[in-house]
C-alpha cells in the first residue's frame, strides 16, 4: 500500500471514530460526514473485493513508463568514441606486430588548446600534449606525407615530445599526417631507440595503417550521421559492440541474419560476395528457403538476379522482376522454375565505392518494398560495408605484419606465437608434432661472393622448396637470417625423419641459377618432438637447435635427432 492509502484509511478511521462521538447526530455537518465515511468505506471494500478496477490505470502508466524505458537508448555519440578509442588500439597494436622494437602515439589536433592531444599510446613517455609550433609536428604537418627525423644536436622539439633524458643520437621517428576530408587532423608518431631498426617495408606498412585511421574516421561518421531510426540504431550498434576487426565473417553473417528477421519480411534473404573480377560470387548466408541456393554455392554474375546490385552498383527494387526480366534467372538461367519469387529488393555492397556483394530479400508474392525497407535495408548495408572494409584491411596489414617480407613465410614472431598454439592444442588432444630446424650450410660465402641480392634469391628459393616438402597443415616460418623452422603437425618423430630428409635432399639437388650466376648450397637440420623430447616452446627449439649444430659439426647436409630425453 503506497503512502497516500495509508494516510487515506487513516483519516477515514479518525472520521469514523468522529462520528460515533460527535454530540449532534441529526445536524447537517453530521450527515455530510457519515456520507463521506460511508463512500470511503465502499471504495476500500471494492479495492480488497476488485483490485484489477483500481489497477487498470497504474498498469497503463507502468506500461507507458516501460515502454520508454524500452525506447530509451545510449547515446551513439558516445558508441563511437568507444569505436573510435578501439580503432586507434589496434592501429598501435598492429604498430608493434610490424616490428616490436617500434612504439607509436597517435595525436589529434586541439584547437581550443592551439596544438595536439595524444589519443592513445604505446610508450609512457610520449607527451599527453604538443604544443603546434612542435619542430617534428609542424614539419610533418608542412610536408603532408611520412617524415623520419634522426635525433641531433641541430632538431629540438624532442624533450616536448618524448620527455627530456640523455639522447645518444641514433633515436629516430617517422611521423605520418592523419588526413580527414583532405585536412590535416593528427599525426601517427612512431618512435625506435635506434634508425637500424626501420625497414622500407615497415615504413609502407605503417603509412597504410595512418590512412587506415582516415578510414576508419570517415566511415564512424558517416556512420553516426545515418543512424536514425532508434529501434533499428539499437540493433545496429549491439552489431558493431559484438564486433572485433579480428572477428569471424560467420559471425558477422549470423548477426545480420538476426537483424533480418527482425525488421524484414522476406521468404528469402540472401548476402553474396563477388570475387575481385565481378565475373562470379559465392553465397555467404541464406535465410528462409533453402533448396535453392547453399552457402558456399557460386554462380556467374552476368545475367542473373542476385549480381545485377553488384553489376549495375545500384538498388534494385521491383514487385515483378521476372516480368521486367524474363531472359534473367536469380543464379542461373531457368530456375524460376523452381521457384517463383516476385518481389525483390537488392542492395550492393559497397567498398570504395565500388561493388563487392549484395545482400537480397525475395517474397514469393507480389508486393512492393516500402520507402523504410529500403532506407533500412540501405543503412544495414553501409554498416555491413564498413565492417566488410574494416576487416579486409586488417587482414591485408596483419597478414603483411606476420610474414617475412622476402621469403612470404611466417616470421619469427608470428612463428613463435604460432608454436604456442601448436602445443596447447597437441596438449589439449592428445597428440604429438615435429620440430625442425634448418640452417644453410657455409651461406655467408654466398654473400660474400656472389652479393646479398643473389642471397636473397637462394633463400626465396630454399623457402618455397621447404613450403612445397611439408603438408598444408604444417607451419614453416623463417627463424633467423639463413635459418628455417618447420613444426610437422600431429606426426610421431619417426614420421618426421623422412619428410627432413626429403628437405635436405631436395636443397642439395637444386642448382641455384640467377644472372649467369649457379651454385649449390646444402642445410643442415636438427628434430625434436614433442612430447618425447620436452613440453615447452623454449626447451624444444633449444634441442632441435642443439642436434642441428651436431650436423654441422660433421659436415652438414644432413638431419639429426636430439638425443636429449
Not at 609502407?204 to 550521421?225: C, K, N, V, Y
Not at 630454399?462 to 604444417?474: L, N, P, W, Y
Amino acid at each position: 500500500m503506497s503512502f497516500y492509502r495509508q494516510i487515506a484509511v487513516l483519516l477515514l478511521f479518525f472520521l469514523i471514530l468522529f462520528i460515533f462521538i460527535y454530540p449532534n447526530q441529526n445536524g447537517f455537518i453530521y450527515l455530510i460526514f457519515k456520507g463521506v465515511a460511508i463512500g470511503g468505506l465502499v471504495v476500500i471494500f471494492i479495492s480488497f473485493a476488485f483490485p484489477q478496477v483500481f489497477k487498470i490505470r497504474e498498469i497503463q502508466k507502468v506500461d507507458i513508463e516501460d515502454s520508454e524505458i524500452g525506447l530509451k537508448e545510449p547515446s551513439f555519440s558516445m558508441y563511437v568514441k568507444t569505436q573510435y578509442k578501439r580503432l586507434l588500439l589496434q592501429i598501435l597494436d598492429l604498430v608493434k606486430n610490424v616490428n616490436s622494437k617500434f612504439s607509436a602515439a597517435i595525436y589529434m589536433i586541439d584547437s581550443e588548446n592551439k596544438g595536439y592531444t595524444c589519443q592513445e599510446k604505446s610508450y609512457p613517455d610520449f607527451s599527453d600534449f604538443i604544443e603546434t609550433d612542435n619542430e617534428i609536428i609542424a614539419e610533418i604537418v608542412k610536408k603532408r606525407k611520412p617524415s623520419l627525423f634522426k635525433k641531433s644536436n641541430k632538431n629540438t622539439g624532442w624533450d616536448e615530445l618524448l620527455g627530456s633524458r640523455t639522447w645518444r643520437g641514433s633515436e629516430t621517428i617517422i611521423g605520418f599526417p592523419v588526413l580527414y576530408d583532405e585536412n590535416i587532423v593528427g599525426v601517427l608518431i612512431v618512435y625506435m631507440d635506434h634508425f637500424s631498426s626501420i625497414l622500407d617495408r615497415d615504413q609502407q606498412i605503417i603509412e597504410r595503417l595512418s590512412q587506415f585511421i582516415t578510414h576508419g574516421m570517415e566511415d564512424l561518421e558517416h556512420m553516426e550521421a545515418l543512424m536514425i531510426d532508434n529501434q533499428f540504431n539499437f540493433r545496429l550498434a549491439n552489431l558493431f559492440d559484438q564486433f572485433e576487426v579480428k572477428s569471424d565473417e560467420s559471425e558477422l553473417f549470423e548477426s545480420i541474419r538476426s537483424i533480418c528477421r527482425s525488421f524484414f519480411q522476406y521468404d528469402k534473404l540472401t548476402i553474396v560476395l563477388s570475387s575481385e573480377d565481378k565475373e562470379e560470387a559465392v553465397i555467404k548466408l541464406v535465410d528462409g528457403l533453402l533448396d535453392d541456393a547453399d552457402e558456399g554455392m557460386e554462380f556467374k554474375i552476368q545475367n542473373s538476379l542476385h549480381g545485377k546490385a553488384i553489376q549495375d552498383n545500384t538498388i534494385f527494387c521491383s514487385n515483378s522482376w521476372f516480368d521486367e526480366y524474363p531472359n534473367m534467372g536469380r543464379f542461373k538461367s531457368g530456375d524460376m522454375n523452381e521457384y517463383n519469387f516476385m518481389s525483390v529488393l537488392s542492395i550492393p555492397l559497397r567498398s570504395d565505392g565500388e561493388s563487392r556483394g549484395a545482400i537480397t530479400l525475395e517474397l514469393l508474392r507480389s508486393k512492393v518494398y516500402s520507402d523504410t525497407d529500403i532506407r533500412l535495408l540501405k543503412l544495414l548495408c553501409s554498416k555491413i560495408s564498413t565492417i566488410l572494409n574494416w576487416q579486409k584491411a586488417y587482414k591485408k596489414v596483419h597478414l603483411t605484419s606476420i610474414h617475412d617480407g622476402l621469403t612470404g613465410l611466417l616470421n619469427h614472431k608470428a612463428f613463435l606465437n604460432r608454436f604456442e598454439e601448436e602445443i596447447s592444442r597437441a596438449d589439449r588432444f592428445n597428440q604429438m608434432f615435429g620440430l625442425v630446424i634448418l640452417d644453410l650450410d657455409k651461406f655467408k660465402s654466398v654473400n660474400d661472393s656472389y652479393g646479398h641480392l643473389y642471397g636473397d634469391y637462394v633463400l626465396e628459393d630454399v623457402a618455397k622448396i621447404i613450403s612445397e616438402s611439408v603438408r598444408t597443415i604444417d607451419v614453416v616460418g623463417r627463424y633467423g637470417g639463413e635459418e628455417f623452422a618447420v613444426l610437422l603437425i600431429n606426426s610421431d618423430i619417426e614420421d618426421c625423419i623422412p619428410v627432413a630428409e626429403r628437405i635436405v635432399k631436395s636443397i642439395e639437388a637444386k642448382t641455384f641459377l640467377k644472372s649467369s650466376i649457379a651454385t649449390n648450397i646444402t642445410i643442415s637440420g636438427g628434430l625434436a618432438g614433442f612430447p618425447r623430447h620436452a613440453k615447452q616452446v623454449k626447451d624444444l627449439i633449444e634441442k632441435a637447435d642443439k642436434a642441428m649444430y651436431e650436423s654441422k659439426s660433421i659436415g652438414g647436409n644432413r638431419v639429426t635427432i636430439t638425443t636429449d630425453a
